[in-house]
């Protein structure tokens, strides 16, 4: 059996329950791999795992960055591997679980990064301001076509990105991509994915999850954040479940808008994840049913990990 456990899967699909469980089955401890769950004061928003829900195991990247810092891939990576070797050396088994899947390819497949950020970004960044995206689409679409054709007008981030690769290292991020792709990956691990038979029921799940964070004080949670001098403005808040409560918080929509908007996005995002993680061939999807039975679905795994079977199982 790999020392190497990848649990993974769309929002609310209960991952952290079964990396759990296998970190207890097989005596292991659990790496978060969620881009949210770094953040300190930011437990509810981002359905961080309590002590009790812990349940002894020892958790590893959560709470280690405050709210107001900016957070990079690669950061996680450096910060990540380091928690990785420690428990392997150890001699335990390490539970990766998380839904974030470029941080985790990123770490166990080792999805290198063209070059890190560079002055070329800054200046990028205020020609946008100042132009407007259109100009730096237009040189995206000169210099590699293929990423114009696939980074929506919107997403300004990105394809800032793409064009700042180009001008530091000389060749496109499609490129880099492409060979990056053809390496093996750096750690050898068992991929364990989750999944509904009904989507509607994951949906549902979303929903309930969201309603079960206004219960536990999501808002007071954001005032408190507020009240740490945490910027309004700060990547953290840009969140799923902060920014909509925010815009209620000033005025722009009522809070039972926000909290329908939570759920929205959040649907939105799961459906996202699914469409990442598919495309990995190395995991094997437990799909469970509307209402699923989280022993069963931790005896399913075992299974698999046990009998290293790939495919798609029904608990």
């Known amino acids: 059996m790999h020392d190497i456990i990848a649990v993974v899967g769309p929002t609310a699909s209960g991952k952290t329950g079964l990396a759990i469980g296998l970190a207890k089955a097989l005596d292991g401890e659990v790496l978060s791999c969620d881009s949210m769950q770094l953040y300190r004061h930011m437990d509810i928003g981002t359905a961080t795992p309590t002590a009790a829900e812990m349940d002894g195991i020892p958790h590893h990247m959560m709470n ?23 428990i392997l050396t150890r001699g335990k088994r390490a539970v990766v679980c998380g839904g974030t899947g470029l941080y985790l390819d990123s770490l166990l497949l080792g999805r290198s990064f063209a070059c890190p950020a560079t002055g070329h970004r800054r200046r990028l960044e205020e020609q946008a301001e100042r132009e407007g995206i259109e100009p730096i689409r237009e040189f995206l679409r000169t210099v590699d076509p293929d990423a114009y054709a696939r980074l929506p007008a919107g997403d300004h981030r990105r394809i800032i990105r793409a064009a700042e690769v180009y001008l530091e290292t000389g060749i496109t991020i499609t490129e880099h991509n492409r060979r990056t792709q053809l390496l093996p990956p750096r750690y050898e691990a068992r991929w364990i994915g989750l999944d509904f038979a009904n989507r509607a029921a994951l949906y549902a799940r979303i929903d309930r999850r969201v309603e079960l964070m206004m219960e536990q004080g999501l808002l007071e949670e954001i005032q408190a954040l507020l009240d740490r001098g945490v910027p309004p403005t700060a990547t953290s808040l840009q969140a799923i479940g902060y920014k909509e409560p925010m815009a209620a918080l000033r005025g722009e929509i009522t809070m039972d808008e926000a909290m329908a908007k939570i759920q929205q996005e959040s649907r939105r995002y799961a459906k996202r994840q699914l469409t990442w993680f598919r495309r990995n061939p190395a995991i094997s999807w437990i799909v469970q049913p509307d209402e699923p039975d989280a022993r069963q679905t931790l005896e399913t795994a075992l299974h698999l990990l046990k009998d290293g079977i790939s495919g798609d199982f029904a608990p």
């Open 64 to 86: 280690v960055i405050d709210p107001s810092e900016d957070f990079s891939v690669s950061r996680y990576v450096e910060m990540a591997d380091d928690c990785l070797r420690d």
